[in-house]
C-alpha cells in the first residue's frame, strides 16, 4: 500500500485492519507514533492548524533535519567548552606567572628578581618565584643553594624545606641539601628560623645545620660565597657533603672503598679542573683516587 496514503487515514483515525497492519509494518512507524504522542501534550494554543499533509509531512522532515543537524553540532560545542575550560586554567598559569629556574650539573645561572635584587643560583639547584605578587610579597623558594643580593624594601623570604630565611636588604647565601643547612650572612642582617629556632645573624655570621645538629659561627669576611668564583669551600662538615657537592659541580659518580664518608673535612675543590679537585679532597685525607672512566671515580685508603 502506498505509504502517504496509510499516514493520511492514520492520522484521521480511518484505518481499516488491514490497512492499520500494514501501517505498522512501516519503517518509521515508531517515529510517527513519537510525533502523535508528542503533538497531543501541547497547549491548544501552541498548535497551529495544518493545512495539508504535504505541509504536516514537511514540517516533520524539517524538525528531524533540526535534530540531525543539532547532534553534528555536539562534537563542536564539546570543543568550544573544552577551548574555553583550557582558557581558563591558561590564563591562571599567566597571571600567576610563576618563575621557576632550574640549574643541571656545573650550571651557574643569575637572574635578576623584579624589584632588581639579584640572586646567582647554583648547580643541581631550583628557584621558584611569583613575579606578579612581588610588589605585595617578596618571597622566593629554594632547592640547593644561591647567593642573594637584596634591595632595600618590605621583608624578603626564602622558603627552604630546611628552614626560613628572612631580610629588609643584605647578601647572604643559603644552602638547603638533604641533611645540610646553612646560612652565611655576607652584608646587613638576617633571621634565620629553624623547627622553631629564631637567630638573627649579623654580617660574618654562619648559621648551619647538619643532620638536626645547629651550629653558628662569626669571622666571615669575604664578600661573596666561594662558589661564585668556581671553587667550592667547607669548614668542618662530613666528607660524604664533599662528595655530593663535587658530584654536582663534575658530572662524576663516586664509589668508595672501605672509606669512612663521615670523617670531618675543612678545605675545597675548583669546577675548573677535575684532576685537580681530586687531590684537593682526598690529600688532606691521605686518600687516593683511580678515574675508572669518564664519570666513575673510585677513592680509596693509602696503604700504611
Known amino acids: 500500500m502506498d505509504k502517504e496514503y496509510l499516514i493520511k487515514k492514520w492520522l484521521i483515525d480511518d ?11 512501516l519503517d518509521d512507524y515508531a517515529m510517527h507514533v513519537k510525533i502523535l504522542e508528542g503533538a497531543q501534550s501541547f497547549k491548544s494554543s501552541e498548535v497551529s492548524e495544518i493545512a495539508d499533509f504535504d505541509t504536516f509531512y514537511a514540517r516533520v522532515n524539517k524538525d528531524k533535519s533540526s535534530q540531525q543537524k543539532l547532534t553534528w553540532y555536539k562534537p563542536f560545542f564539546k570543543l568550544a567548552a573544552l577551548v574555553v575550560v583550557s582558557i581558563g586554567v591558561g590564563s591562571l598559569f599567566f597571571f600567576n606567572n610563576t618563575k621557576n ?44 643553594e644561591a647567593f642573594f643580593n637584596v634591595v632595600n624594601g618590605s621583608t624578603f623570604d626564602v622558603i627552604t624545606e630546611s628552614g626560613k630565611v628572612s631580610v629588609l636588604g643584605t647578601q647572604f647565601n643559603v644552602k638547603s641539601r638533604k641533611g645540610y643547612f646553612e646560612v652565611q650572612c655576607f652584608e646587613g642582617l638576617v633571621n634565620v628560623e629553624y623547627q622553631g ?104 685508603k693509602s696503604k700504611p
Open 197 to 300: 629556632y629564631a637567630k638573627n645573624l649579623p654580617a660574618g655570621g654562619t648559621f648551619k645545620v647538619i643532620n638536626g645538629s645547629v651550629t653558628s659561627s662569626d669571622g666571615i669576611f669575604d664578600k661573596e660565597p666561594n662558589w661564585i668564583n668556581n671553587i667550592s669551600s667547607f669548614k668542618s662538615v662530613p666528607f660524604y657533603q664533599v662528595v655530593k657537592e663535587f658530584e654536582r659541580q663534575y658530572a662524576v659518580v663516586f664509589s668508595m672503598q672501605n672509606i669512612d664518608t663521615s670523617r670531618i673535612f675543612t678545605g675545597g675543590f675548583v669546577h675548573t679542573n677535575l684532576e685537580d679537585g681530586l687531590k684537593s679532597i682526598t690529600l688532606p685525607l691521605d686518600l687516593k683516587y683511580t678515574i675508572d672512566s669518564e664519570s666513575r671515580i673510585t677513592i680509596y
Open 101 to 144: 629556574i632550574e640549574t643541571q650539573i656545573s650550571q651557574k645561572v643569575s637572574i635578576a628578581l623584579p624589584d632588581a635584587s639579584t640572586v646567582r643560583v647554583n648547580s643541581m639547584s631550583e628557584l621558584t618565584f611569583n613575579k606578579n605578587n612581588w610588589k605585595k610579597k617578596r618571597e622566593v623558594t629554594l632547592k640547593g
Open 15 to 25: 484505518l481499516t485492519e488491514k490497512e492499520f497492519k500494514a501501517f505498522r509494518k
